[in-house]
C-alpha cells in the first residue's frame, strides 16, 4: 500500500511522524471549530443585548424619537409589519428568545409574544438588512454587498395591536478567531507533541538501525562483537535475541568448518596415498588417466570445501582498486591476447576481500575461456556500484539455462568429461562470492554473439 503513495515516508520515523502530524492537525481545527462556534453563540448574544436595547428605546418613547436614534445607529434596523416574518435560512435560538421574553414581557405588557432567530442577512428585507456606520457614496455598492454577507440575529416581539415588531443587527463574526495568535498557537501544539516525540522515536529507531546495518552488511557470520542492547526494553529484547541466534549461527558454522576441514584432511589423504601408488603403474595410458582422476577428486574436493566456507570468511575486507585486481587475474589465466581488458577511465575502489574477489574473477574467465575463443573484460564505476563485464565470443546459453546455471553441479556441456564440462561450481562460488561482497552476478546472452557476465560489487565499504 505505502508503495502506491508517492510521497508517503517509508522510514519508520517519517511515518510515525507524519500520522502524528496529521492528528495534531486534525484535533486542532476541531478544537478550533468549537472555539468558534463558541464565540459565534457570544456574537449572537451581543447582537441580542444591542438588539434588546433599540427595541426597548422604541417601546419606552415612540416612533419618532426611536427613528432619530436609529439614524445614529444604522446597523440596528427595525420594521413594522401586520404578520411575522418566515424567512429562508434562520433558525430559532429557543434559549435567548425565553431570556429576552423575560426580560421584555415582565416590563412591557404589550409584549404578547417573542422571537429570536439568526440567518444569513441576505435573506432580510432590504428595511431590515444592516448598513455600514459610515457609508461613502463612491463605493456604497462595494460596502453593501460586503455587510450583506454572513448572519444577523432577528429579534421579532408581536404586540397588543396583533402587530409584529422586528430589529435586526449583523452577528459580528469577523475577527472572533484571529489568524496569527491560532498559527502560532498551532505552531507550539506542534513543537511540544513533535519533538519529544521524535526524540522518543530517534531513541527507538537507532538501534534498529544499527541491527539492520549488521545484517545488511555483515550478516548472522559476521564475527563482530554482540550489539549493545539500547531503547525500550522491547527493542532491547530484539537485540538480545539477535545476539543470541548470531551465537547460534557461529557455534554451527565453526563446528561445521571444524568438520569440513576434518572431512577434507580424511579424504586428501588417501587421495594423496593414491597418488603415489599410480606412479608404480606400468602402462604409462593408464598411469596418466587415474592421476587426472585424482586430480579431479582433489579439484571436486577444494571446490565444496571453498564454497561450503564462503558464508564465514576469515579474511578481513580490504579497500581495494579494482581494476589492477582484474588486470592481475587476467594476466594470470592468459599470456597471449585471448583476454583483453577495456582500460577504465577511473579507478574503481571497494572494500572486498581480495583472495575471494579473485576467485570468483578466475572463475568467469576461465568460462569465458572455455566456451569462447576470446574475451573482453571491461569495469565501470557507477555510483556506489561497480560493475565488472565480461563478454565472449562462444556459443552463448539457452534462456532456461541463464539462472539454472548458478546451481550446484550444474554444466553447460553434459558430458561428465572435466576437460569439457568442469566441476559445474565454478559460478555457485563466483555467486556466492559476490553476495557475500553486497552484490551479483547476471548472465545474458549478447545480440552480437556469446555470453555477458556482469560482476556487481558494492563501492561502499563493508
Not at 515516508?9 to 481545527?29: E, F, N, S, Y
Not at 468558534?36 to 416612533?63: P, Q, W
Not at 596415498?273 to 582433489?298: F, G, H, P, W, Y
Amino acid at each position: 500500500m505505502a508503495r502506491g503513495l508517492r510521497f508517503f515516508p517509508r522510514t519508520l520515523t517519517g511515518r510515525i511522524m507524519l500520522v502524528t502530524a496529521l492528528g495534531v492537525l486534525l484535533v486542532q481545527g476541531i478544537n478550533s471549530f468549537i472555539r468558534y462556534e463558541s464565540m459565534k453563540g457570544r456574537a449572537v448574544v451581543e447582537a441580542s443585548s444591542l438588539i434588546v436595547a433599540v427595541t426597548a428605546n422604541r417601546l419606552d418613547f415612540g416612533r419618532a424619537d426611536t427613528a432619530r436614534a436609529l439614524e445614529r445607529r444604522p446597523a440596528v434596523r427595525t420594521l413594522q409589519t401586520s404578520d411575522p416574518l418566515e424567512l429562508a435560512g434562520f433558525h430559532s435560538t429557543e434559549e435567548l428568545a425565553q431570556r429576552v421574553a423575560m426580560h421584555l414581557e415582565s416590563v412591557y405588557p404589550e409584549v404578547q409574544a417573542v422571537r429570536f432567530s439568526v440567518g444569513p442577512v441576505s435573506q432580510l428585507p432590504d428595511e431590515l438588512r444592516p448598513r455600514p456606520r459610515h457609508l461613502h457614496a463612491a463605493r456604497r455598492a462595494e460596502a453593501m454587498e460586503r455587510f450583506s454577507r454572513g448572519e444577523a440575529a432577528l429579534l421579532s416581539l408581536k404586540l397588543a395591536d396583533g402587530s409584529w415588531l422586528h430589529s435586526t443587527t449583523k452577528v459580528r463574526t469577523r475577527g472572533i478567531l484571529p489568524q496569527w495568535p491560532l498559527l502560532i498557537e498551532t505552531l507550539l501544539v506542534y513543537i511540544g507533541v513533535l519533538i519529544p516525540l521524535l526524540l522518543v522515536i530517534r531513541q527507538i529507531s537507532k538501534p534498529l538501525r544499527q541491527l539492520n546495518h549488521r545484517l545488511a552488511h555483515e550478516g548472522l557470520a559476521s564475527g563482530a562483537p554482540p550489539l549493545e542492547p539500547q531503547g525500550p526494553d522491547d527493542v532491547r529484547s530484539l537485540i538480545d535475541s539477535f545476539n543470541a541466534a548470531e551465537q547460534r549461527v557461529n557455534a554451527m558454522l565453526t563446528e561445521k568448518d571444524v568438520m569440513l576441514g576434518a572431512i577434507g584432511h580424511d579424504l586428501k589423504t588417501p587421495l594423496a596415498s593414491l597418488r603415489v601408488r599410480i606412479e608404480s603403474v606400468d602402462d604409462e595410458d593408464e598411469r596418466a588417466k587415474m592421476a587426472a582422476t585424482v586430480e579431479e577428486m582433489v579439484q571436486i574436493l577444494d571446490d565444496i570445501l571453498i564454497l561450503a566456507r564462503l558464508g564465514k570468511s576469515s579474511e578481513p575486507p580490504v579497500l581495494t582498486d579494482i581494476n589492477a585486481l582484474v588486470e592481475m587475474v587476467a594476466g594470470e589465466l592468459d599470456n597471449g591476447d585471448r583476454l583483453s581488458v577495456t582500460d577504465s577511465a577511473e579507478k574503481c575502489r571497494a572494500t572486498v576481500r581480495p583472495v575471494l574477489l579473485r576467485r570468483a574473477l578466475r572463475n568467469l574467465m576461465g568460462n569465458a575461456l572455455q566456451y569462447g575463443s576470446k574475451a573482453q573484460i571491461s569495469t565501470i564505476c557507477d555510483g556506489d556500484e561497480v560493475l565488472i563485464t565480461i563478454d565472449d565470443d562462444g556459443p552463448g546459453l539457452a534462456p532456461d539455462q541463464l539462472v539454472g546455471m548458478f546451481e550446484p553441479f550444474a554444466r553447460a556441456e553434459t558430458s561428465r568429461n572435466r576437460t569439457s564440462g568442469g566441476s559445474g561450481l565454478g559460478l555457485t562460488i563466483a555467486r556466492a562470492i559476490a553476495r557475500a561482497h553486497g552484490g551479483d552476478i547476471v548472465l545474458k546472452n549478447r545480440v552480437e554473439g556469446g555470453l555477458r557476465a556482469t560482476l556487481r560489487l558494492s563501492q561502499k565499504a563493508a
